[in-house]
């Protein structure tokens, strides 16, 4: 009934930028909040960065200062602006939505991921 389309992955070297999008669809009445989640090779998955409809942001503190989290509930997308890459942000980016979605409630949803590889 829900479906979160990510783009804008890619590979960048160190020190570069890229910017992640994400647009929501189906049936949604109502967001709460979106976010990007991260998660490299080994290891657990881990918050990135969140925006309530409100437009409230929390990040992590390993990304504090060089990325951005932007959203537009009129458009049901969120876009993660990131700067100054490190090899360490290297990780597969997960959008996700807390939402109520029409006749359903209130549930949690996932994109299907995209890469992100910084590397020289």
């Known amino acids: 009934q829900v479906q979160l389309v990510e783009s804008g992955g890619g590979l960048v070297q160190p020190g570069g930028s890229l910017r992640l999008s994400c647009a929501g669809s189906g049936s949604i009445s109502s967001i709460t909040d979106m976010g990007w989640h991260r998660q490299a090779p080994g290891k657990q998955r881990e918050l990135v960065a969140t925006?309530?409809?409100?437009?409230?942001?929390n990040y992590a503190d390993s990304v504090k200062g060089r990325f951005t989290i932007s959203g537009d509930n009129t458009k049901n997308t969120v876009t993660l602006q990131m700067s100054s890459l490190k090899p360490e942000d290297t990780a597969v980016y997960y959008c996700?939505?807390?939402?109520?979605?029409?006749?359903?409630?209130?549930?949690?949803?996932w994109g299907q991921g995209t890469q992100v590889t910084v590397s020289s």
């Open positions: 996700s939505a807390y939402l109520l979605v029409t006749g359903l409630g209130y549930k949690t949803y």
């Open positions: 925006i309530t409809s409100s437009g409230r942001t």
